[in-house]
């Protein structure tokens, strides 16, 4: 019961902070030059974009849950 409130409660605040972050960045280094000992490498800057509907559709989920909980324990 409580597992349920608390997935359903994160699955809402992941749902927002996709619909306010749309993307993120994140640096790796690669490896650009490998001759010997000698290696040289660079700073490589990455972009991963997350879909608005998808949180959407992660809030839409957890109200869902939040209602199905609600509802069973009205019936109870």
């Given at each position: 019961m409580k597992t349920t409130i608390f997935v359903s409660i994160s699955l809402i605040i992941a749902g927002a902070a996709i619909l306010g972050f749309e993307q993120f960045s994140y640096h790796t280094k690669e490896k650009v030059l490998e001759i010997g000992n000698v290696t040289a490498s660079a700073e490589?800057?990455?972009?991963?974009?997350?879909?608005?509907?998808?949180?959407?559709?992660?809030?839409?989920?957890?109200?869902?849950?939040?209602?199905?909980?609600?509802l069973r324990r009205k019936l109870r």
């Open positions: 490589v800057t990455k972009t991963v974009r997350m879909p608005p509907l998808l949180g959407a559709a992660l809030i839409g989920s957890g109200v869902v849950l939040l209602l199905f909980e609600g």
